[in-house]
């Protein structure tokens, strides 16, 4: 199983000390906390995509569950932007990002903010956060955002403004529950709803039309 190179020392920390429990003869907490290094390792897992071929496809950016299909508000980082999908990612779900287009970022910009739970409307906006505003074909643009949520105190980002990415490519990831949210220009249509299961890099999202 690859493992994200950020999960490395909570996995390393975890399992030395089970390790020490275990040599010590607490077998009992030793078993517990091998049981809890397993799962550390689970959460930061890494696996292989296959990204689908197409250059009008639009792909998720995380593995979760789509919680809103709404308009996106005017202004802000991403105005002109027509439709926001937000996916909510609970800590079983892989919490790696991968880049939804082809493209140049354009823009990295980290905001400060609150730890709401990650599935409520309002986590969009309050939420501690990084968004990248990705350049693509056509001088369009896609807009990505890292929300923390109520257990994710660690926005890891990956890539920096002038970066060319390919479709699916990691570009960081948030630690123990959090929020995607994309944004989608006009011009697209969108090939989710709230509810459905995604897989980042794998589900056609939307696309260009």
Same mark, same amino acid.
């Given at each position: 199983?690859?493992?994200?190179?950020?999960?490395?020392?909570?996995?390393?920390?975890?399992?030395?000390?089970?390790?020490?429990?275990?040599?010590?003869?607490?077998?009992?907490?030793?078993?517990?906390?091998?049981?809890?290094?397993?799962?550390?390792?689970?959460?930061?897992?890494?696996?292989? %995509? $296959?990204?689908? !071929? /197409?250059?009008?496809?639009? @792909?998720?950016?995380?593995? &979760?569950?789509?919680?809103?299909?709404?308009? *996106?508000?005017?202004?802000?980082?991403?105005?002109?932007?027509?439709?926001?999908?937000?996916?909510?990612?609970?800590?079983?779900?892989?919490?790696?990002? %991968? $880049?939804?287009? !082809? /493209?140049?970022?354009?823009? @990295?910009?980290?905001?400060? &903010?609150?730890?709401?739970?990650?599935?409520? *409307?309002?986590?969009?906006?309050?939420?501690?956060?990084?968004?990248?505003?990705?350049?693509?074909?056509?001088?369009?643009?896609?807009?990505?955002?890292?929300?923390?949520?109520?257990?994710?105190?660690?926005?890891?980002?990956?890539?920096?403004? &002038?970066?060319?990415?390919?479709?699916?490519?990691?570009?960081?990831?948030?630690?123990?529950?959090?929020?995607?949210?994309?944004?989608?220009?006009?011009?697209?249509?969108?090939?989710?709803?709230?509810?459905?299961?995604?897989?980042?890099?794998?589900?056609?999202?939307?696309?260009?039309?």
């Amino acid at each position: 199983m690859r493992i994200a190179r950020e999960g490395y020392p909570l996995v390393l920390t975890a399992g030395i000390a089970a390790l020490v429990v275990l040599v010590i003869g607490w077998v009992l907490l030793g078993g517990l906390m091998a049981v809890l290094t397993v799962a550390v390792a689970a959460f930061f897992r890494d696996p292989e %995509r $296959v990204i689908p !071929a /197409g250059d009008s496809l639009i @792909v998720s950016p995380a593995d &979760g569950k789509v919680v809103s299909v709404a308009p *996106a508000a005017a202004g802000g980082m991403f105005d002109g932007a027509a439709t926001r999908v937000s996916i909510f990612l609970s800590p079983l779900d892989v919490h790696i990002n %991968r $880049v939804p287009v !082809a /493209g140049k970022i354009d823009a @990295v910009q980290y905001q400060r &903010g609150e730890f709401l739970a990650a599935y409520k *409307a309002d986590a969009s906006e309050r939420n501690e956060q990084n968004a990248l505003k990705i350049l693509c074909s056509g001088a369009r643009f896609i807009g990505v955002v890292q929300i923390a949520g109520v257990l994710a105190r660690r926005i890891v980002c990956r890539v920096k403004r &002038g970066d060319d990415l390919k479709r699916g490519d990691r570009f960081g990831l948030i630690m123990f529950g959090s929020r995607t949210d994309t944004y989608l220009p006009n011009g697209c249509s969108v090939e989710v709803v709230e509810g459905q299961r995604v897989k980042g890099g794998e589900t056609i999202i939307g696309r260009f039309v």
